[in-house]
Nanobody
Framework: QVQLVESGGGLVQTGGSLRLSCAAS????????MGWFRQISGKEREFVAG????????DYANDVKGRFTISRDNTKNTVDLQMNSLNPEDTAVYYC??????????????????WGQGTRVTVSS
């Protein structure tokens, strides 16, 4: 079992930055690839960014590439999402997730076995 707890959401103006953090617990959490997803009310949850277990490979959705950076610290069992140049279209609930496909970065919601409770990000115009 892996438990995930997100933090760092909030309200920010267009062009601003936020840093989300996900704290993972569980004996094998560092062997999992991790991802950040987001969900707008009434829409499907979508992939934002992912990082494989060693941190050597990352992947980003096209609309966040160049603005968001995912990183992990396996000594602290944390995964962060630095979000810069935010715009109102980034407003959503952001979720941290873990997948046992540890050596690759995957984008499918169905491929992630563990989820946090979500943290809300609101970007005002």
């Amino acid at each position: 079992q892996v438990q995930l707890v997100e933090s760092g959401g909030g309200l920010v103006q267009t062009g601003g930055s936020l840093r989300l953090s996900c704290a993972a617990s569980g004996r094998t959490s560092s062997s999992y690839s991790m991802g950040w997803f987001r969900q707008i009310s009434g829409k499907e949850r979508e992939f934002v960014a992912g990082i494989e277990r060693s941190g050597g490979r990352t992947d980003y959705a096209n609309d966040v590439k160049g603005r968001f950076t995912i990183s992990r610290d396996n000594t602290k069992n944390t995964v962060d999402l630095q979000m810069n140049s935010l715009n109102p279209e980034d407003t959503a609930v952001y979720y941290c997730a873990a997948t046992p496909y540890g050596g690759v970065v995957v984008r499918g919601v169905w491929q992630y076995h563990y989820w946090g409770q979500g943290t809300r990000v609101t970007v005002s115009s």
